[in-house]
C-alpha cells in the first residue's frame, strides 16, 4: 500500500508553519509533532509576539503536544521543523522523550549537532527534509530584513 503521508508531506506541513511565522514577522521556523500518521500540534517561532526568547516552534509544540496527549512524554511522536533545533530545544526534546525528530535546513552556527546538544539515546535523527525550501524562507526573511 503507498504511504501517503510521508516525511516530505509532513515537513510541508511544517513549513506552512513556517511561512505563517514569516508573515508574523518572526523568523520563519515552523514545527508539527505527529501521532499516528495525524498532526497532533502546530506551532511556529513567536520570540517576537511574547517577547521570550524560548518561545521557539519546537518548544511551542512540545507544550501543544504534551497538552494534547495528557502526558509530558511524546514517545511514538514525530517532531517536524524546518530548522534543525538548538540546544534549548533539543533539550527539551530529549526530556520529553520524542521518538523521531526531523528537521529541513541544518543550522550550521547554532544547530544542536555543532552546539553539542544531545537528543534521547532513543530518538532518531533525519535531517536535510525539503532543505532547500526550509533554507530559501530563512534566507528571504534575512535578507528582507537587510533590506530595511
Known sequence: MLQLFDDEYFMR???QEAENAFD?????????????????????????RLTDVTAHAEMQA????SSYLGGKYL??????????????CAGA?????????????SDSLRGFTVMGGKLHPKT?????????????????FFANKRKK
Open 93 to 105: 526534546l530529549y526530556w520529553s522523550q520524542i521518538s523521531r525528530v526531523v528537521y529541513g535546513a
Open 13 to 15: 506541513r511544517a513549513l
Open 24 to 48: 508574523a514577522n518572526e523568523i520563519p521556523v515552523g514545527a508539527i509533532v505527529v501521532a499516528d500518521n495525524q498532526i497532533i500540534a502546530r506551532a511556529y517561532n513567536l520570540t517576537e
Open 124 to 140: 532518531e535523527v533525519k535531517g536535510n527534509v525539503l532543505e532547500e525550501e526550509c533554507s530559501q524562507l530563512l534566507r528571504s
Open 62 to 65: 512540545i507544550t501543544m503536544a
Open 75 to 88: 514517545k511514538n511522536c514525530t517532531l517536524y521543523v524546518t530548522l534543525e533545533p538548538c540546544t534549548m
